[in-house]
């Protein structure tokens, strides 16, 4: 049985163009707006396996152009790292990590959902209005109807704002960077930041390296992120000689209480991705969950509970995906200060199981709430001792 409805989705990155593509599988009548994607967006690129799974069989994505990441290094300072090998074979690599241009690949999803039957419209939403009977999309050229309204807009979701609540400055993480053009590899690169609590990263793509540093936005007024960064850039050379083009921008980043507040849907509008805060706060790492969410939409709309697909979809967020969100959460309060993150790299560079666990958390496979279960199991008993105390916000 076909799904006959007309669909409304603001934003067409993964989370929209997903969504989208499924909708149109299903016989809806979809149509995505969006003013500017396909875009090369300022983030890592880093596509996990579990998110592949999810849309490279659907899509035929296995000739995709990408980076096959082989190792990723960990450290805390130059002469402290640690190397875990990801035995990467590309898209048939269920624990693999790809790096991609999100340019190139958000183009591939909006493609594929084109080919099944969405309309695309390159247009700014200015306003939205959702009854208990349908949606209305306001364009800068024009006016559209629809029975569901799809959020899928990012962090800074037109959709959410007007429909539910901004993101406050706490509950996003603020990330700065440079592409360093010219320049590529197989291998990630991660530095471990105490104060403000984060990360830097290098990715590579197929033409230039996507470098950036990440951390919680309160945490950034009196520290700022380009400081550090520029730091660890002339301290690795890893840009010598390259063209920088810098960026900046926000990720939603929740707190556990956050998510007690949180609403994924009402009546005829849901939010997916991004724009519902579906985001790892530890890595910020999104595209699974955009992905995810998207299917979880579409599976209450067109299979289940088609009298109240919002509150299904709501309940399916809340059960799958919030539990792991919440985790991560508790983890990152004390994960990158005090004796975890030096522990870790100890434990990376002595112990094989505790690389094939990071290997299993790089690639998307290893969930927060067996962690501790199978740490445990590598007899790395400080260092499960410190997860446990992060878990328990002691740390």
Same mark, same amino acid.
């Given at each position: 049985?076909?799904?006959?409805?007309?669909?409304?989705?603001?934003?067409?990155?993964?989370?929209?163009?997903? #969504? #989208?593509?499924?909708?149109?599988?299903?016989?809806?009548?979809?149509?995505?707006?969006?003013?500017?994607?396909?875009?090369?967006?300022?983030?890592?690129?880093?596509?996990?396996?579990?998110?592949?799974?999810?849309?490279?069989?659907?899509?035929?994505?296995?000739?995709?152009?990408?980076?096959?990441?082989?190792?990723?290094?960990?450290?805390?300072?130059?002469?402290?790292?640690?190397?875990?090998?990801?035995?990467?074979?590309?898209?048939?690599?269920?624990?693999?990590?790809?790096?991609?241009?999100?340019?190139?690949?958000?183009?591939?999803?909006?493609?594929?959902?084109?080919?099944?039957?969405?309309?695309?419209?390159?247009?700014?939403?200015?306003?939205?209005?959702?009854?208990?009977?349908? #949606?209305?999309?306001?364009?800068?050229?024009?006016?559209?109807?629809?029975?569901?309204?799809?959020?899928?807009?990012?962090?800074?979701?037109?959709?959410?704002?007007?429909?539910?609540?901004?993101?406050?400055?706490?509950?996003?993480?603020?990330?700065?960077?440079?592409?360093?053009?010219?320049?590529?590899?197989?291998?990630?690169?991660?530095?471990?930041?105490?104060?403000?609590?984060?990360?830097?990263?290098?990715?590579?793509?197929?033409?230039?390296?996507?470098?950036?540093?990440?951390?919680?936005?309160?945490?950034?007024?009196?520290?700022?992120?380009?400081?550090?960064?520029?730091?660890?850039?002339?301290?690795?050379?890893?840009?010598?000689?390259?063209?920088?083009?810098?960026?900046?921008?926000?990720?939603?980043?929740?707190?556990?209480?956050?998510?007690?507040?949180?609403?994924?849907?009402?009546?005829?509008?849901?939010?997916?991705?991004?724009?519902?805060?579906?985001?790892?706060?530890?890595?910020?790492?999104?595209?699974?969950?955009?992905?995810?969410?998207?299917?979880? #939409?579409?599976?209450?709309?067109?299979?289940?509970?088609?009298?109240?697909?919002?509150?299904?979809?709501?309940?399916?967020?809340?059960?799958?995906?919030?539990?792991?969100?919440?985790?991560?959460?508790?983890?990152?309060?004390?994960?990158?200060?005090?004796?975890?993150?030096?522990?870790?790299?100890?434990?990376?560079?002595?112990?094989?199981?505790?690389?094939?666990?990071?290997?299993?958390?790089?690639?998307?496979?290893?969930?927060?709430?067996?962690?501790?279960?199978?740490?445990?199991?590598?007899?790395?008993?400080?260092?499960?001792?410190?997860?446990?105390?992060?878990?328990?916000?002691?740390?």
């Amino acid at each position: 049985m076909s799904l006959d409805a007309d669909i409304a989705i603001v934003g067409g990155g993964p989370a929209g163009a997903f #969504a #989208a593509y499924l909708l149109a599988r299903e016989g809806a009548r979809v149509t995505v707006f969006d003013p500017s994607h396909p875009r090369e967006k300022p983030c890592g690129g880093g596509v996990t396996g579990r998110a592949l799974a999810l849309v490279a069989p659907a899509l035929g994505l296995t000739r995709f152009p990408a980076v096959p990441i082989t190792t990723s290094r960990f450290d805390v300072t130059s002469d402290r790292s640690a190397e875990v090998p990801l035995h990467n074979h590309g898209f048939s690599d269920k624990s693999s990590l790809l790096v991609v241009s999100r340019a190139t690949f958000d183009r591939a999803l909006l493609d594929g959902a084109i080919a099944a039957g969405a309309t695309f419209r390159p247009e700014r939403v200015t306003h939205v209005e959702v009854s208990s009977t349908g #949606a209305q999309v306001q364009t800068t050229n024009g006016r559209w109807t629809a029975d569901y309204l799809l959020g899928a807009d990012g962090a800074n979701s037109f959709v959410r704002r007007r429909l539910w609540k901004q993101f406050s400055r706490s509950q996003l993480s603020i990330a700065t960077g440079v592409f360093a053009h010219g320049r590529s590899s197989s291998e990630i690169l991660v530095r471990f930041v105490p104060n403000p609590q984060g990360y830097i990263w290098s990715f590579p793509r197929t033409d230039h390296l996507a470098i950036g540093i990440g951390a919680q936005a309160d945490d950034t007024q009196s520290t700022p992120l380009r400081g550090i960064l520029s730091q660890w850039l002339t301290e690795t050379h890893i840009a010598d000689g390259t063209r920088l083009e810098w960026y900046s921008w926000p990720i939603p980043s929740l707190r556990v209480e956050d998510f007690a507040d949180e609403r994924a849907a009402q009546g005829r509008w849901m939010l997916l991705g991004d724009a519902g805060g579906l985001v790892d706060p530890l890595t910020r790492e999104g595209i699974f969950f955009a992905l995810r969410s998207a299917q979880l #939409a579409v599976d209450a709309l067109a299979r289940r509970h088609r009298a109240d697909p919002a509150t299904q979809y709501s309940a399916d967020i809340a059960r799958e995906i919030y539990p792991e969100l919440q985790m991560a959460a508790r983890l990152k309060r004390g994960f990158f200060r005090g004796p975890f993150t030096r522990l870790l790299i100890d434990a990376l560079e002595r112990s094989g199981p505790v690389r094939g666990l990071m290997r299993d958390l790089v690639g998307g496979h290893q969930p927060y709430h067996s962690l501790k279960r199978r740490l445990l199991g590598t007899f790395e008993i400080s260092l499960a001792w410190q997860l446990l105390r992060l878990q328990l916000g002691r740390a």
